[in-house]
């Protein structure tokens, strides 16, 4: 008998700095569902009174989404998600979704949802106004540019293509140029 598998998907953070161990991790790809720096973080990448942005997922029918499928081992299981559970709990939700990876295979896994219900949800603003919150926000996990940074660095580098995340970047860079 094989033993159930367990996957999460990453799609923010988790993609460059997922901090558990697995024992696989493939890109994937989720539909329906497109990435926005509508979430506030007062606990990683800001504080509270001064709230960073990160990326949630929302439906968009027309959309894909990039990330990472990570296999967790049954064993650590337990441990890990009680580890993301913390990690996530500034108003992000287990939720279950379909992950195409190689070959357009399909898998199940978790991944980490906020929902506009939640306490730190910030909405919708011009990308001006969130790249200006992004490039003075910092928390305990470092700076808001790092993490938009990174993030913009990992799509790229793995062929996929986010306007959102590309042009927060481009705003970014031309703010730290204009600002020498």
Known sequence: ????????????????????????????TIRGWRRRFWQGSTDHRG?????????????DPQAECLGMAYRIGSEAKDQIYAGLDHREKGGYERHEVEVLVEHRTKLQAVTYIATCENDNYLGSAPM???????????????????????????????????????????LLLQGSADNR
């Open 128 to 170: 001006a106004e969130i790249a200006e919150q992004v490039r003075y926000a910092s928390g305990p996990s470092g700076a808001n540019l790092e993490y938009v940074l990174r993030l913009a660095e990992w799509v790229r580098a793995s062929g996929g293509d986010d306007p959102d995340v590309f042009e927060l970047e481009t």
């Open 47 to 59: 504080i509270p009174g001064a709230p960073g942005r990160v990326v949630s997922l929302f439906p």
């Open 1 to 28: 008998m094989v033993p159930r598998q367990d996957w999460i998907f990453g799609y923010g953070s988790l993609v460059w700095r997922p901090a558990f161990a697995y024992e696989e991790a493939l890109p994937g």
